[in-house]
């Protein structure tokens, strides 16, 4: 590897490895201030969506990508959020500021829950409780009166202080904040001792065990972040979405953000953020290329639902196959060749 | 007593069925260590070609049913080598995703080939009973069985009689070691995906027997997978008890808890989450199934 040399901890820890890094972020972060005034509703609703994608599959990469516990039912804790601020505002009239960290809570301790048996399960097992975890959820919510069961529950818009969120434009900067926060929390936890645990248990956990790392604190610890994080996803969407069902909390949605993380790349922040945009951004894509055949093909319109599920179990399957690193790790290849060109190494 | 016979016998055969599909998982994972998620799906991808023979195309029914099994072979044969000629050896979690995303592909596919509706296969067995001391039997259960039986010792002798079932063991425990002594490893994954995807061809028309052809029954497949980890993943055996069980459960829950209410809370369609409850309580208890044994791991 060519180029930087570091001669410090302190520079090798660094949020900012290079001057450039920290211009190009705050080059970012003033397009995003801009975005607003120049995109239409529509799109606007996309990156809206993109955005609270984020913050779920952050979530689910500082579990799978960085401890190695595999989740299936990630979805379910994204339902609970989102049911927990539906009953929490609308029954008990709590402002929006205090359920946001208390749906966050509740998936958390649900999640240590689920978290304790996987000190004892492994791969498989891990998969398949979490798989029948998800199921279980669902199916509360399905038959229980205060959730409302298949007729879905009303959200109430938030409301921050006497300032009511209406526009998408209010979404917009309301989501993104959040889902900035939740980046840099993220960022700053795997660059912390926490982190470094995790990595180690994820490497191998038993020898993890005989460095002296608590095993059962530190996965039951993964488990409650990555569900805090799937409840603040949830809620956020719930307020967003205005109606919650328990259809949209099922497997698929489960699904959806494994192919986020593996696309983006396992183990990496930036991976996570690549791909949630990505993953989201595709049915919106497929939709876009309906239209656009819609003319030619009319039968094609009825297809599309089918396509989605489909794509984003090839994407699986065709990133693990070839590019098991991700977009995080073509990112990484691509930034190394044009580092050293026109030399190989 | 009437009712709780006919209960068990109902619960049997629902049992025999996931227990052929857990035949498949355990015959996977056996011979090539891959966990397949996408079980269920091939189920359904059977019930529906065979559906696509007998119903559609008026084929006779047993006609349709063989060339069914071929077909499912032919197909596990493509999936094992289009998906999981390069993943031998690999991580747990990218085998496992790789059959997830598997299932979603097949989901994807069979929609849009046969669509969303609910579809019946015309059997000969369709609408039949038989009354044995005085209970009633549908005859399409009676078969359930009794085919699950004789399909279930065929391969307890296969594993254990025949030269490419002990093959097939050999090269669970170690493929580099049982490519070294003259097997052939590539041909022994083959026939894995091919007899596995028979299994839950064979398995997914007997369940369209008892209910209906449509894309949701591949959730039984997740349900039969409960029922291989009940037995522990390694044993046939294992998972023959392990699907008799879920069976029964679901029986005994769907006739005596549905319709319970508490604190607002409705017990309906109990059937679909028992088999998961029993699970993780099985699994909070005995980590590796009943039969499952513990695993010596080295750093």
Known sequence: MSGKFKISYRKDMALFQTLWAKVWLGVFVCCMIVAPFFMTRYQLSILNEMGIATIGALGLNLLTGYTGQISLGHGAFLAIGAYTTGLLTGKLGIPFLLSLPLSGLMAATLGMIVGIPSLRLKGLYLALGTLAFGFIVEYIIFHWDLTQGDMGMAVKRIGIGGFTIKTQQHYFYLIMSFAAIATICAKNLVRTKIGRNFIAIRDRDTAAEAMGIRLAKYKVMAFAVSSFYAGVAGCLMAHYQKWIVPGSFDISLSIAYIAMIILGGLGSILGSIMGAILITGIPHFIIYLTDFFKESYPALSGVIVDFKLGIFGLIIVVTLLFEPQGLFGIYRRAKVYWKTWPFKY | ?299
């Open chain 2, 1 to 299: 007593m009437v009712k709780i016979l006919e209960i068990v016998f109902n619960g049997l055969s629902m049992g025999a069925i996931y227990a052929l599909l857990a035949l498949g998982f355990v015959l996977i994972f056996k011979s090539t260590g891959i966990i397949n998620f996408a079980q269920g799906e091939l189920a359904m991808v059977g019930a529906f070609i065979c559906y696509n023979f007998a119903t559609l195309m008026g084929v006779p029914y047993l006609v349709a049913f063989f060339i069914t099994l071929i077909l499912a072979a032919i197909l596990g044969g493509i999936v094992n080598v289009v998906f999981f000629r390069r993943m031998v050896g690999e991580q747990m979690f990218s085998t496992i995703m790789v059959t997830v995303g598997l299932a979603s592909i097949l989901t994807c596919i069979a929609g849009l080939i046969w669509g969303h509706d609910v579809y019946a296969i015309h059997s000969p067995f369709t609408n039949k009973t038989a009354t044995i001391g005085g209970i009633v039997l549908s005859q399409g259960s009676l078969y359930t069985i009794g085919i699950s039986i004789v399909l279930l010792v065929l391969f307890a002798l296969f594993f254990n009689r025949s030269l490419l079932g002990i093959a097939m063991k050999g090269t669970a425990e170690d493929s580099d070691t049982s490519g070294l002594m003259g097997i052939n490893v590539k041909r022994i994954h083959m026939v894995a995906w091919a007899i596995g995807a028979l299994v839950a061809a064979v398995a997914g028309i007997f369940l369209a027997e008892q209910s209906f052809v449509r894309l949701v029954m591949s959730h039984t497949g997740i349900k039969a997978m409960a029922a291989a980890i009940l037995g522990g993943m390694e044993s046939i055996g294992g998972a023959i008890l392990g699907g008799v069980i879920v069976g029964l459960v679901e029986g005994f829950a769907a006739n005596y808890l549905s319709g319970m209410e508490i604190g607002g809370f409705h017990f309906g369609d109990i059937k679909d989450v028992a088999a998961f409850a029993i699970m993780i309580i099985v699994l909070m208890i005995r980590p590796h199934g009943i039969f499952g044994k513990q695993k010596v791991e080295r750093v």
